[in-house]
């Protein structure tokens, strides 16, 4: 498609369907993993962003989330565990006018490939990152991983996990990140909202998928998605609208004096003294970023929003200063003046 109007086709164009973004290739997640209903929204997605598929690309490194370009009708590269950020780095400097997706896990985002995603972050290149998060490694069998619960008995942790677990959108937000979401696998219309926001934001988009995995971590975030607790569990956050969630949203986040968040109702304190959402404010962010603890909701929607420059767009005009001021060079001819040269 080249129409100006998303999911309207131009004269002569057919217009793009869910059903052309799915590849021809079985899809092969355990029976009721939640790889499947992320997939199904992503693809639902596909066509209301009004690009041809030959300028799509969907690169992933290794675990159950990174079979995900062979389910896309689109291009996509399937790498090595951890580099997808160095792959989509390269491509988005070779072809900025590509719209290049990340699909990665937590073990193969954070763990192994964690330096190569804080620094995709800060440097804010224009791509979109999905990362799925069951808190467990699910392709090589149930170790624990960078996301992990304390506590929690796997192969690699017979005696239970020691090691505190990332807090995923903290680290985002110090890595530089200027978008940053969270949502739900099983909660597809949130889901779907979150991705268009993430599709629409110039810079790196990071969103955060928490994940079933119902063979090696079932179960992790029943709380959260369980009807019988739902409510109390999920506090949905919108750009300037209060921090309210609980049945009939009469429970909300109050900033207590010491700046500490704390859970209030509506029957005993004035609903302006409840903290309002500002996906712009850093500090906000990470009050957000920190919450769902016990006896605190989980932030569900975008976290943070803000502009800034995009590295692409940067190295782009660097390459075409220095071209206008020193001419465009031969390679050939440098290659073979000699063994050494001065670069001035």
Same mark, same amino acid.
């Given at each position: 498609?080249?129409?100006?109007?998303?999911?309207?086709?131009?004269?002569?164009?057919?217009?793009?369907?869910?059903?052309?973004?799915?590849?021809?290739?079985?899809?092969?997640?355990?029976?009721?993993?939640?790889?499947?209903?992320?997939?199904?929204?992503?693809?639902?997605?596909?066509?209301?962003?009004?690009?041809?598929?030959?300028?799509?690309?969907?690169?992933?490194?290794?675990?159950?989330?990174?079979?995900?370009?062979?389910?896309?009708?689109?291009?996509?590269?399937?790498?090595?565990?951890?580099?997808?950020?160095?792959?989509?780095?390269?491509?988005?400097?070779?072809?900025?006018?590509?719209?290049?997706?990340?699909?990665?896990?937590?073990?193969?985002?954070?763990?192994?490939?964690?330096?190569?995603?804080?620094?995709?972050?800060?440097?804010?290149?224009?791509?979109?990152?999905?990362?799925?998060?069951?808190?467990?490694?699910?392709?090589?069998?149930?170790?624990?991983?960078?996301?992990?619960?304390?506590?929690?008995?796997?192969?690699?942790?017979?005696?239970?996990?020691?090691?505190?677990?990332?807090?995923?959108?903290?680290?985002?937000?110090?890595?530089?990140?200027?978008?940053?979401?969270?949502?739900?696998?099983?909660?597809?219309?949130?889901?779907?909202?979150?991705?268009?926001?993430?599709?629409?934001?110039?810079?790196?988009?990071?969103?955060?998928?928490?994940?079933?995995?119902?063979?090696?971590?079932?179960?992790?975030?029943?709380?959260?998605?369980?009807?019988?607790?739902?409510?109390?569990?999920?506090?949905?956050?919108?750009?300037?609208?209060?921090?309210?969630?609980?049945?009939?949203?009469?429970?909300?986040? +109050?900033?207590? =004096?010491?700046? %500490?968040? &704390?859970?209030?109702?509506? $029957?005993?304190? #004035? @609903?302006?003294?409840? !903290?309002?959402?500002?996906?712009?404010?850093?500090?906000?962010?990470?009050?957000?970023?920190?919450?769902?603890?016990?006896?605190?909701?989980?932030?569900?929607?975008?976290? +943070?929003?803000? =502009?800034?420059? %995009?590295? &692409?767009?940067?190295?782009? $005009?660097?390459? #075409? @200063?220095?071209?206008? !001021?020193?001419?465009?060079?031969?390679?050939?001819?440098?290659?073979?003046?000699?063994?050494?040269?001065?670069?001035?």
């Amino acid at each position: 498609m080249s129409s100006a109007v998303a999911g309207t086709a131009a004269p002569g164009e057919r217009e793009l369907t869910r059903k052309d973004f799915e590849s021809d290739q079985d899809v092969r997640w355990c029976p009721g993993c939640g790889d499947y209903a992320i997939l199904s929204q992503v693809q639902k997605l596909m066509p209301e962003l009004d690009i041809p598929r030959e300028n799509i690309v969907f690169i992933s490194g290794i675990g159950c989330s990174s079979r995900f370009p062979y389910y896309m009708n689109t291009y996509g590269f399937h790498g090595i565990h951890g580099r997808a950020p160095t792959l989509a780095t390269g491509l988005k400097l070779a072809r900025p006018e590509l719209s290049v997706w990340i699909v990665t896990g937590d073990g193969d985002g954070l763990s192994i490939g964690g330096n190569h995603l804080i620094h995709l972050l800060r440097r804010n290149l224009d791509v979109n990152i999905l990362l799925f998060n069951n808190a467990i490694y699910g392709l090589t069998k149930g170790q624990y991983s960078p996301t992990s619960q304390v506590g929690l008995v796997t192969k690699s942790s017979p005696l239970g996990v020691v090691d505190p677990p990332f807090d995923v959108a903290s680290l985002a937000l110090g890595a530089g990140a200027t978008f940053i979401a969270r949502s739900v696998d099983i909660e597809s219309k949130h889901l779907l909202g979150v991705l268009r926001r993430a599709a629409a934001h110039k810079g790196t988009s990071f969103v955060e998928i928490l994940q079933n995995c119902p063979v090696f971590n079932d179960g992790i975030y029943e709380e959260l998605t369980a009807r019988a607790s739902r409510n109390d569990r999920q506090l949905l956050v919108e750009h300037g609208k209060p921090l309210l969630f609980g049945a009939g949203l009469r429970k909300g986040i +109050r900033i207590r =004096e010491d700046l %500490l968040p &704390e859970v209030v109702s509506l $029957d005993d304190v #004035d @609903a302006g003294e409840i !903290a309002v959402h500002d996906e712009r404010n850093p500090v906000r962010t990470q009050m957000l970023a920190r919450l769902g603890q016990p006896g605190l909701p989980m932030p569900l929607g975008v976290l +943070r929003c803000v =502009e800034g420059p %995009l590295y &692409e767009q940067a190295v782009h $005009d660097q390459i #075409d @200063a220095a071209r206008a !001021a020193r001419g465009t060079g031969d390679f050939n001819t440098l290659f073979r003046s000699g063994e050494t040269w001065t670069v001035e």
